[in-house]
């Protein structure tokens, strides 16, 4: 088959819109391949304060993110408009991306105001998670996610802020999936940015020892080496319980004897027995101030630390 060729006026188009795309092929482990717009450019991931270059930091809609902060401190990233085409065949499947809506392209749901009939030049997606600031659901650093909610619980606090504004739905999700699939080429995101998949809840990793009024847990060798200084942690009497101590940041791990090693960590000082349970929770918010490249990790992309893409 012979694909015909592109008017000028097709041509015009594509210089000024073009198509940013991937493809991979649908077998059990896909490659993508980089199509359109997007053959021959690169991406990368930063450690840090590393910088490194990715071809998207310059190509619409990457290029335009940016931060934005309301009138009550809730940062988010305001993501420009941009319609997705997915094409599923018999043997490849394929998603493009472009600032304008070519055959076949569809404008995700979180670019368009439904009570007035209109599209929006972008959407803010939240740069933090969420969090609790004065009974509303807030995007701030400094401050620990809020957790044990149920979906009404985070909707109705989300809208304590604004009737316009609501916990993250499948639409964001579906743009922001794009985004990412173009931008790295790849179906596996964790192979890129592993984030915190590898926190720790157990209910074998207890103390070895009772102290009273100490900043410090003292656990098996085996334990300690799987936390790591900077994370989060409670202390229960029960996994998840969060009795004897509630987000606490880890501040060293040292040696206590051959078989032992001692988590310690800020707060005011709580009774520790032997028996009770350490845990990893939810990362303080705001780490991703220490990324510097456009997408990134901090400390080591293993699994024991979060990560960041395009702010987020």
């Known amino acids: 088959?012979?694909?015909?060729?592109?008017?000028?006026?097709?041509?015009?188009?594509?210089?000024?819109?073009?198509?940013?795309?991937?493809?991979?092929?649908?077998?059990?482990?896909p490659t993508c391949a980089r199509i359109g717009a997007a053959t021959n450019m690169t991406a990368a991931v930063g450690a840090g304060s590393a910088v490194v270059a990715n071809d998207f930091?310059?190509?619409?809609?990457?290029?335009?993110?940016?931060?934005?902060?309301?009138?009550v401190g809730n940062v988010f990233r305001r993501i420009p408009k941009f319609y997705i085409r997915k094409t599923d065949g018999v043997a490849?499947?394929?998603i493009e991306i472009s600032r304008t809506k070519y055959p076949g392209f569809y404008l995700?749901?979180?670019f368009y105001d439904f009570t007035n009939g209109v599209e929006l030049p972008h959407f803010d997606y939240g740069k933090h998670l969420g969090s609790l600031s004065y009974g509303a659901l807030a995007s701030k650093p400094g401050v620990f996610p809020l957790v044990s909610q149920n979906i009404v619980q985070f909707r109705d606090s989300a809208?304590?802020?604004?009737?316009?504004?609501?916990?993250?739905?499948?639409?964001?999700?579906?743009?922001l999936a794009a985004l990412f699939t173009v931008e790295f080429a790849t179906l596996h995101s964790q192979a890129i940015l592993a984030g915190f998949t590898s926190g720790q809840y157990n209910a074998a990793h207890i103390a070895t020892a009772t102290e009273a009024a100490v900043n410090r847990i003292v656990v098996a060798n085996a334990t300690a080496d799987v936390f790591r200084v900077g994370q989060s942690i409670d202390i229960g009497t029960s996994l998840g319980g969060r009795q004897v101590a509630t987000n606490r940041l880890i501040a060293s791990i040292d040696v206590v004897d051959a078989s032992n090693k001692a988590i310690s960590f800020d707060g005011a000082p709580v009774s520790v027995t032997a028996g009770n349970i350490v845990y990893n929770v939810g990362w303080k918010c705001g780490f991703s101030s220490g990324i510097a490249s456009?997408?990134?990790y901090?400390?080591?992309n293993d699994g024991k630390y979060p990560c960041a893409y395009r702010g987020i």
């Open 1 to 29: 088959m012979i694909a015909q060729r592109p008017t000028e006026a097709q041509d015009v188009a594509l210089e000024l819109y073009p198509i940013h795309g991937v493809e991979w092929t649908k077998v059990a482990t």
């Open 57 to 71: 930091d310059n190509a619409y809609p990457w290029s335009d993110i940016t931060t934005v902060t309301d009138a």
């Open 92 to 94: 490849l499947s394929r």
């Open 108 to 110: 995700p749901a979180c």
């Open 159 to 175: 809208r304590l802020n604004s009737p316009t504004y609501q916990q993250l739905d499948i639409h964001a999700h579906d743009a």
């Open 294 to 296: 456009s997408s990134g």
């Open 298 to 300: 901090i400390t080591a």
